[in-house]
């Protein structure tokens, strides 16, 4: 089949109801990430049956409508996360349909859907559907193949980027699983691949399946909303965001709008789409948490870190810690940091923030209902240098309180230094600064003033200023974070000066990605 027909499109529809009904009960197996749906299979099959049965019930001329047909009955039957996903997947394809429904339409229509559909959730995380799609949208752009290439080049690479999920949510990983939703993708595109090849085939993905018992711990609360102003919805999204996660405002391309929260206050969610528009088919259903898996040892309980600057964030990754990696000057939403929590394995969470703002963020995400269900502890740090000191003495083999004791203790005890540009004239303890000087603190008390330029040397020389000031107090070990500002050779610099004035003391030095301090400095 060369282009895609009316009977095509409704051929899809039923074959992704028998594919989806027949990998429910497996796909509902797979119970480990609360920001999915713990029945991701039943939802997706539901909200596939609508659209179906929408489709039957109309008499479409050309493909085009069907699919658009097909899109209004998916968004409008909607249910969980992952059938609000499904739905813009659908609703991506059927925007696009004008024309012959060809092979290059179909590779611009899931570049288009790849958009809608994450344009849709608040916080889109690696490793779930929405990462298979991104990879199928990449796969097939430009394709100019007939429409059955493309659609098998489609699912190839859904099926290649399924096994890859594991890799990227630490939570998949540990429970040895594929992402659920995303298995569900494979089948649904598995399914157009049959109808354009018009061979059914058996179509064998690994899907491991872990179950656990579960317990009430929020609700999910979904409605449909009209009459809402195109541009209310970040602020609708930001409302629901602060009740919860798992947030996602789905539209139709018609006017109306699905709308999908995981939180604790059903009526805080429902007040939010009343102050912006008309709600309807309001649906609010428990939502199931696992038993959180826990990691090698049976050890129940999990580090994860909150910081600025993106190579410190990788950095703590490549360590796998659950990281959180917020834009400098910017704080996390309640979304965001109960998403950093569900990541995490063990009902024992211990979080280090890198800063003072980041901790009041830690600290609210804490004791917000949608995280009732684990035991969080937020240590408090000022500084990325005391993330990692915290880090460095993390044990999994010790007791829980013991671990976070010891942790504490570390962070405290790191003194703190940095080297930042000023910015503008300013006073200060020790003189005036002007715009462009060298300003040095220890435990942000401003301890000395280089004149500009900021050069390497002059940086360097500051450096070693402020580290003999900390290291007089005593110290073994010097951490070293360069910022994304500092110039490529002065950590190398500064690591020769200190082994020739202090060859004593133990350094590491690693790039940060920070935007505020050219260096940041931990004795310990």
């Known amino acids: 089949m060369r282009v895609l027909d009316t009977a095509a499109v409704s051929a899809w529809a039923a074959g ?104 849709a959730v608040s916080r889109p995380v690696a490793g779930t559907i929405l990462t298979v799609l991104h990879a199928v949208a990449l796969a097939v752009r430009g394709a100019t193949s007939p429409l059955p290439e493309v659609a098998q080049k489609a699912a190839k690479e859904a099926a290649h980027a399924l096994e890859k999920t594991p890799e990227q949510l630490p939570a998949l990983a540990r429970a040895g699983v594929v992402d659920a939703g995303a298995r569900g993708l494979v089948a649904v595109l598995d399914a157009l691949v049959d109808v354009l090849t018009g061979a059914p085939a058996e179509h064998d993905h690994a899907l491991e399946v872990h179950t656990e018992s579960a317990e009430v711990y929020a609700w999910e609360v979904m409605y449909l909303l009209d009459g809402v102003d195109e541009a209310n919805l970040p602020t609708l999204r930001k409302e629901l965001s602060g009740l919860g996660d798992s947030v996602t405002v789905a539209g139709d391309g018609s006017g109306s709008h699905a709308v999908h929260v995981h939180c604790a206050d059903i009526g805080g969610a429902i007040e939010a789409g009343l102050a912006l528009g008309r709600p309807r088919r309001i649906r609010v259903e428990p939502l199931l948490t696992p038993t959180p898996i826990e990691p090698g040892g049976g050890i129940d309980r999990t580090v994860v870190a909150v910081v600025h600057g993106g190579a410190l964030a990788e950095l703590l990754r490549a360590e796998s810690i659950p990281v959180l990696a917020v834009p400098e000057g910017g704080t996390p939403s309640v979304e965001d940091m109960i998403s950093l929590l569900n990541e995490a394995a063990g009902r024992h969470v211990t979080v280090l923030p890198g800063s003072v703002a980041l901790t009041a963020a830690a ?108 290291l007089a107090l005593g110290g073994e070990l010097v951490t070293v974070l360069s910022g994304a500002a500092a110039p490529p050779g002065v950590a190398e610099e500064l690591a020769e000066q200190l082994r020739v004035e202090h060859p004593e003391v133990e350094l590491t030095s690693y790039a940060s990605g920070q935007a505020d301090a050219v260096l940041l400095m931990g004795v310990e």
């Open 363 to 470: 600290d609210t995400a804490a004791g917000h209902a949608m995280a009732a269900d684990r035991d969080v502890v937020v240590i408090p740090c000022v500084s990325p240098v005391q993330v990692l000191a915290a880090l460095a003495v993390h044990d999994a083999g010790r007791r829980t309180n013991d671990d976070v004791v010891a942790m504490a203790e570390a962070a405290a005890a790191t003194r703190r230094g940095e080297l930042r540009i000023a910015q503008e004239e300013s006073l200060t303890w020790v003189g005036r600064a002007q715009s462009g000087d060298v300003v040095g603190l220890v435990d942000d008390e401003v301890v000395l003033i280089e004149p500009a330029p900021a050069s390497e040397t002059n940086l360097v020389a500051a450096a070693m200023k402020v580290l003999n000031r900390m």
């Open 16 to 119: 992704c109801v028998r594919s989806l009904a027949s990998l429910r009960p497996a796909i509902d197996g797979i119970n480990v990430y609360p920001v999915a749906d713990s029945d991701t299979g039943s939802n997706m099959l539901f909200t596939m049956t609508g659209a179906a049965r929408e489709l039957s019930e109309a008499t479409p001329e050309t493909a085009a409508e069907a699919l658009k047909v097909l899109a209004r009955g998916a968004v409008a039957a909607a249910k969980g996360n992952s059938g609000v996903i499904l739905s813009q997947v659908i609703r991506g394809l059927a925007d696009r349909a004008e024309g012959d429904l060809d092979g290059p339409w179909l590779a611009r229509a899931l570049g288009h859907a790849d958009e809608v559909a994450t344009g």
